[in-house]
């Protein structure tokens, strides 16, 4: 169980702000980093993904992913069921949306895709929804404007179910945390060893990645870039991950600026050897 080198998938509670959960787990695990895959509002509760320690290094590798949300909205005006999802489905798509006020990123108008905008509901004014979208795209914001073509609606709750190739079954409550914890002190590890997911197989589920002999391990570690001659077959893709064996060594990236046409590529992410961590 590599502590340092894992994720954890954590069902945010309500009112919690994602960067409240990533400190709670980050100083109850004893680590020097970690990071979320993704913000969610105080009020919007479900899949929050952590990497923690050494993972922090891929955050940013995967944090635009698609999401998939099932919430609540409040309409204004009574409409029936066929309307409200001819209008929903005209949301489906490439949409342009400027970011709420209140959010962190510049407010200017951009472009974003929904994948998904189904109806699950309808009772009155209450209608339950799903949307699976690209990462970046505000519910809130698209359920307002799906308000403006209908006589009003604002969002009452929201849950996200998957964040990339994260969903709700490989959640876990921060009570369940805490207990997995409690028991990790008492010297019983296999709560949270379930809970933890190794970093390296999600990464070469999520990247192309080759495969190195063992003699060049000491060169990438220390930063030397891919040449042919350490390659049997050179990657179609421009960025990929680099194993030894099981061992995620690396994250590398072609490039055309060395002088040397034997260079292939060069590292944008090196992975010191893996370690056991204890507390």
């Known amino acids: 169980m590599d502590i340092d080198f894992s994720i954890i998938v954590i069902d945010k509670p309500k009112d919690w702000t994602s960067f409240d959960v990533v400190n709670f787990v980050r100083k109850t695990l004893h680590l020097d980093k970690a990071g979320h895959l993704g913000t969610l509002d105080p009020m919007v509760t479900g899949v929050l993904p952590i990497v923690l320690g050494r993972a922090t290094k891929v955050q940013e590798f995967f944090m635009h992913r698609d999401k998939t949300y099932v919430g609540e909205m409040h309409l204004h ?12 489905k ?8 400027i970011p709420p006020r ?14 998904e905008f189904k109806l699950l509901s309808l009772e009155k004014k209450t209608a339950k929804f799903s949307a699976k979208v690209e990462a970046g795209t505000y519910i809130r914001k698209l359920i307002h404007d799906l308000g403006l073509k209908i006589g009003g609606a604002h969002m009452t709750s929201l849950k996200r179910t998957q964040a990339g190739v994260f969903t709700e079954k490989d959640m876990y409550s921060m009570d369940d945390f805490k207990k997995a914890m409690d028991d990790y002190r008492n010297g019983k590890e296999e709560a949270l060893s379930k809970m933890l997911i190794p970093a390296a197989p999600i ?8 495969k190195i002999d063992r003699q060049y391990i000491k060169e990438l570690r220390n930063g030397s870039p891919i040449f042919k001659r350490m390659l049997k077959t050179i990657p179609k893709e421009d960025v990929f991950c680099v194993f030894v064996g099981k061992e995620l060594v690396e994250i590398a990236k072609k490039t055309k600026q060395f002088k040397n ?9 090196v992975f010191p050897q893996p370690f056991r961590k204890r507390f």
């Not at 005006?77 to 929903?88: G, R, V, Y």
């Not at 209140?102 to 951009?110: D, N």
């Not at 990464?203 to 080759?210: Q, T, Y």
């Not at 046409?261 to 992410?269: L, M, N, Q, S």
């Open 203 to 210: 990464i070469e589920k999520m990247m192309p990645c080759i």
């Open 77 to 88: 005006t009574k409409i029936n069921k066929e309307d409200l999802e001819k209008e929903m």
């Open 90 to 97: 005209g949301f489906v798509g490439k949409i342009k949306q």
């Open 102 to 115: 209140k959010s962190a990123v510049k407010r200017q108008e951009r472009e974003r895709e929904v994948y």
């Open 261 to 269: 046409p034997d260079i292939i590529a060069k590292p944008e992410v």
